[in-house]
């Protein structure tokens, strides 16, 4: 692969991407709606169970989509300083690229399956409102 052929393959998956972390997004505002309907219910225990299995499945899917973006992210700036190392001349724009993700062949392959710290953080906090939500009485009376 030359240079262009990689910058458009990863383009294309990072328009992929876009279209999973939009789906996330309404996964998302689904998540907390059924929240919020469980509490207005007073729901029994199956309600809340589900509620929470949801929450944590939709979790588990945003965990999956940051992975996916960085592991993309990552490969990209492989694949290009793997071609640098090969001997071509690569743009100056492609060079700010695997400088500004520090990840080169010398790293290896990329984890799959490890997003960002804050993504990490991102989704600790969305399972602990899920949870809480849920199962803990967050009323001040």
Not at 33 to 56: A, C, D, P, Y
Not at 88 to 99: A, G, K, P
Request: proline share 2%.
């Amino acid at each position: 692969m030359n240079e262009l052929d990689i910058l458009n393959h990863f383009q294309l998956t990072f328009v992929a991407n876009a279209a999973y972390m939009l789906s996330f997004t309404g996964l998302v505002f689904i998540t907390f709606r059924l929240v919020r309907f469980q509490r207005e219910q007073n729901s029994n225990i199956l309600g809340k169970s589900l509620v929470t299995i949801f929450g944590l499945c939709t979790v588990f899917y945003g965990y999956t989509v940051f992975s996916y973006l960085r592991n993309a992210q990552l490969a990209q700036s492989y694949r290009l300083s793997e071609l640098k190392e090969s001997g071509v001349e690569l743009t100056t724009v492609t060079n700010s690229f695997i400088e500004f993700t520090g990840y080169s062949i010398s790293d290896g392959w990329p984890p799959t399956f490890m997003p960002e710290t804050a993504a990490n953080i991102f989704l600790i906090t969305f399972a602990l409102m899920i949870i809480a939500g849920t199962w803990v009485n967050l009323s001040k009376e």
